[in-house]
């Protein structure tokens, strides 16, 4: 269960993280000539996939379809 809490825990936080609302409006931040905010969604957008990517890769699916057809 403590694991099923942290899974969702890191994704609440990295929602937190990747939404742009705590920006501020006037910010003129630049970041490789892209709005700071902008970046900041797409690293966390990237950071996303590949925690997602781990946790599919990581732990094993249940396939069991509960036919039996030997």
């Not at 890191?10 to 910010?27: A, C, M, Q, T």
């Not at 630049?30 to 990237?46: H, R």
Request: charged letters at 15%.
């Amino acid at each position: 269960m403590k694991r099923h809490l942290t899974i969702v825990g890191v994704y609440f936080v990295l929602i937190i993280i990747g939404i742009p609302w705590y920006w501020d409006k006037n910010s003129t931040l630049l970041i490789a000539g892209l709005p700071a905010w902008f970046v900041v969604a797409i690293v966390v957008s990237i950071c996303t996939s590949i925690f997602t990517a781990y946790l599919l890769l990581r732990f094993p699916w249940n396939t069991d379809t509960g036919s039996d057809e030997d």
